[in-house]
C-alpha cells in the first residue's frame, strides 16, 4: 500500500461522513426509505426485504454506492 492510496482512503473516508456529504447520505437514505415503504407486503417479498429491514437496508444501499465510486 503506497502513501498516496493510504491518504486516498482516509480522504474518502473522511468525505464519505462528514458535512454535506453527511446530509446527502441521509437525504438518500431517507428517499429509499420513502419509497420502498409505499410498497405492500407481498412485493417487499419479492424482493426479499421484511418492512423492518427497510432502513438497515437503505444504509446499505447508500453506503455500498458510496464505496463502489469511491474506487
Known sequence: MT???IF????DEFCRFSGITAMSRK????RIVSSLEQL???T???IGISRWQ???R???IVDN???RTAA
Open 58 to 60: 437503505a444504509q446499505q
Open 65 to 67: 454506492d458510496n464505496t
Open 3 to 5: 502513501i498516496q492510496s
Open 54 to 56: 427497510i432502513k438497515d
Open 44 to 46: 417487499l417479498d419479492d
Open 40 to 42: 405492500d407486503n407481498r
Open 8 to 11: 486516498k482512503t482516509a480522504n
Open 27 to 30: 437525504m438518500r437514505i431517507n
